[in-house]
T-cell receptor, first 111, second 117 residues
Framework: DAKTTQPTSMDCAEGRAANLPCNHS???????VYWYRQIHSQGPQYIIH???NNETNEMASLIITEDRKSSTLILPHATLRDTAVYYCIVRAISGNTPLVFGKGTRLSVIA | GAVVSQHPSRVICKSGTSVKIECRSL??????MFWYRQFPKQSLMLMAT?????????EQGVEKDKFLINHASLTLSTLTVTSAHPEDSSFYIC?????????????FGEGSRLTVL
């Protein structure tokens, strides 16, 4: 079973920041928080991951709470092409462990 | 990011035939690849872990004799759906772990949509 909880769906106005929350209260010390998204009929796309520090890349920012029990993915300026299902996943650092997907959040960016 | 490619992207076959799906890591070597399937409006479900040079490890409920996995090289894993039936119609997706980066990100192929008539 997935170890994360996400809202089923969210809407965001085009050009505004999209903030997607994720709860992972049972995260272990050796587990990273990963975010992927899946646009309809495509394979999942890697977005960002982090352990305990906030992370930023060209796609998004990841804010992890100090106790690591929750995180927020931020898309700073959402576009229509950001409409997708966003998955928050916790995964151990070491070894070849797979990603276990929950139901994710369906983000709809509205013009 | 690293590139994982699947082929074919779409395939339609008759019931009872077998279909092979290829998954290639184009710019890195992958000792381990993972196969998922996704039914409409559902999330990805892990089917099996494919290890180069050894037998695949299947998840509970996945028939190993029906879903044959071969990982003969560090850049290629294949999934063969044998004696396909309409209920095998699904979106099949592979992923591979890149050894780069701090957490060993997994990259996914584009997916292969199988329709069994």
């Amino acid at each position: 079973d997935a170890k994360t909880t996400q809202p089923t769906s969210m809407d965001c106005a085009e050009g505004r920041a999209a903030n997607l929350p994720c709860n992972h209260s049972t995260i272990s010390g050796n587990e990273y928080v990963y975010w992927y998204r899946q646009i309809h009929s495509q394979g999942p796309q890697y977005i960002i991951h982090g352990l305990k520090n906030n992370e930023t890349n060209e796609m998004a920012s990841l804010i992890i709470t100090e106790d690591r029990k929750s995180s927020t993915l931020i898309l700073p300026h959402a576009t229509l092409r950001d409409t997708a299902v966003y998955y928050c996943i916790v995964r151990a650092i070491s070894g070849n462990t797979p990603l276990v997907f929950g139901k994710g959040t369906r983000l709809s960016v509205i013009a | 990011g690293a590139v994982v490619s699947q082929h074919p992207s779409r395939v339609i076959c008759k019931s009872g035939t077998s279909v092979k799906i290829e998954c290639r890591s184009l710019d890195f070597q992958a000792t381990t690849m993972f196969w998922y399937r996704q039914f409409p409006k559902q999330s990805l479900m892990l089917m099996a872990t494919s290890n180069e040079g050894s037998k695949a490890t299947y998840e509970q409920g996945v028939e190993k004799d029906k879903f044959l996995i071969n990982h003969a090289s560090l850049t290629l894993s294949t999934l063969t759906v044998t004696s396909a039936h309409p209920e095998d119609s699904s979106f099949y997706i592979c992923s591979a772990r890149s050894t780069g980066g701090s957490g060993g990100e997994l990259f996914f192929g584009e997916g292969s949509r199988l329709t069994v008539l």
